[in-house]
């Protein structure tokens, strides 16, 4: 466990990655158009208001590879259902 204190540190030290994926001091920072268009086309899905909404579970031939599982999951308990639900 970390005190708070070193939680501050860390985070305002950590520095980030380059477009190259390299090392730097500074935090990685978001292009804000990017960002914004990330959003409003559903790329970074925050998966509000999707109670109502049929999700089909949609996952490739192996469930181990980028994880695909474990975001169907994470969709379903945002959405406020029970994930075994959704089998």
Do not use: K
């Not at 935090?27 to 049929?54: K, S």
């Amino acid at each position: 466990m970390i005190s708070g204190e070193q939680f501050l540190r860390v985070n305002r030290e950590i520095g980030g990655l380059s477009v190259d994926i390299d090392y730097q001091a500074e935090r990685t920072v978001a292009d804000p158009q990017a960002l914004r268009n990330a959003y409003r086309t559903g790329a970074i899905n925050t998966a509000e208001h999707l109670a109502n909404v049929p999700i089909i579970d949609l996952r490739g031939p192996d469930p181990g590879i980028a994880h695909d599982a474990y975001h169907s999951w994470q969709i379903a308990c945002a959405a406020g259902a029970d994930p075994g639900s959704r089998r």
